[in-house]
């Protein structure tokens, strides 16, 4: 079992930045890839961005060049930097980890809203 907890989300105007993190602990040796979903209201959850044990990155197209994904495995923690918010980024953003063939894990949220 992984246990994931999100934290750094808020209320932020358009142009601003915002850092989440996500705390990992559990059977931290089972995970290889992490990443940033998220979900806005009527909207199906999607990936923002996702990084693998050896630091490979990939990023949704909406988010390329505004946003940073980092993790700390020493510290058994993953970061989302997030530049220049637009409105269109108001959702909440979830933190999971994939195990390989075990059950991934989710974090329980953390709300960021974008004003304009």
């Known amino acids: 079992q992984v246990q994931l907890g999100e934290s750094g989300g808020g209320l932020v105007q358009a142009g601003g930045s915002l850092r989440l993190s996500c705390a990992a602990s559990?059977?931290?040796?089972?995970?290889?890839?992490m990443g940033w979903y998220r979900q806005a209201p009527g909207k199906q959850r999607e990936l923002v961005a996702a990084?693998?044990?050896?630091?490979?990155?990939n990023y949704a197209d909406s988010v390329k060049g505004r946003f940073t994904i980092s993790r700390d495995n020493a510290k058994n923690m993953l970061y989302l930097q997030m530049n220049n918010l637009e409105p269109e980024d108001t959702a909440v953003y979830y933190c999971?980890?994939?195990?390989?063939?075990?059950?991934?894990?989710w974090g329980q949220g953390t709300q960021v809203t974008v004003s304009s």
């Open positions: 559990g059977s931290i040796f089972s995970i290889n890839r």
């Open positions: 999971k980890a994939d195990r390989g063939i075990l059950p991934s894990s």
């Open positions: 990084i693998t044990k050896g630091g490979t990155t």
